[in-house]
């Protein structure tokens, strides 16, 4: 079984299976015959054809399982948790919507705020027919540059 080795090859081995032993007393293989053979029916058709076959029988859908009854109580309660669920989910969009518009309302001010105060400020600031200097009113006198007019 076992071959020498050589430096180059490993160790040959062989396995021989085992085989099963057969069972003693086997029953013989008998063939059944059915209960009852079904009647052999003939059908004559318009033009004088005959069919012949097995009558089947129509294959019987199978029963729907009835539901079992549901409580209306059971039902108002899921309907009102649901509606109540949508009008709190309604209310907080709400809340959120009239936030979003007061911060809108109050970036619009500010900015109305800043362009009229800046429209203001261009309006003291700007050469408006006196340039340079200031101007002083005493006695219907007008002293402008330390130059006096009368």
Known sequence: MNE???PHTAPLVVHHPTPITPAIHAA???PVQ???IPAVASVVLPDGRVVTGYAVAPAQPEPVAAKPAVSRTAVNVAL???GFLAVCGGLLLLTSFIAALT???GQLIILAAVIFGGWI???VF???GHHGGTTVNIRKAVIKRNHFHG
């Open 4 to 6: 020498p080795t050589t």
């Open 28 to 30: 013989p293989v008998v």
């Open 34 to 36: 059915p209960g009852h």
């Open 80 to 82: 009102g948790g649901v």
């Open 103 to 105: 911060a809108f309302i």
């Open 121 to 123: 400020a261009v309006q």
């Open 126 to 128: 700007s050469a408006s």
